[in-house]
Nanobody, 120 residues
């Protein structure tokens, strides 16, 4: 019954900023490890950033120092602040939630994505 909905995508110039949001419905966000992935046309989906249920973060080398992932468990929302955008950042960005269970292992949920374009 988990649903993820991304928002905040749009067009940005190189060097500009965008803030993406992901709202989780159906469960408490606090129990999930969360992440942002992106997929450019004709390319594989790649990890952008992750934040665990405990608040630990990690980033792809390509975005480290420019992007910040965060979560607000009270609002059931995860964010991705994207600064100093590069043309390589143009992609559809997807929200991911992973629930680690003791009997089945990890269970993943995905949003439908929000498009980010970077125009120079």
């Amino acid at each position: 019954q988990v649903q993820l909905v991304e928002s905040g995508g749009g067009s940005v110039q190189p060097g500009g900023s965008l803030r993406l949001s992901c709202v989780l419905a159906g469960r408490r966000l606090s129990i999930y490890d969360m992440g942002w992935y992106r997929q450019a046309p004709g390319k594989q989906r790649e990890l952008v950033a992750r934040i665990t249920s405990g608040g630990s973060t990690n980033y792809a080398d390509s975005v480290k120092g420019r992007f910040t992932i965060s979560r607000d468990n009270a609002k059931n929302t995860m964010y991705l602040q994207m600064n100093s955008m590069k043309t390589e950042g143009a992609a559809v960005y997807y929200c991911n939630a992973c629930f680690r269970t003791t009997v089945k292992g990890g269970v993943d949920y995905w949003g439908l994505g929000t498009q980010v374009t970077v125009s120079s």
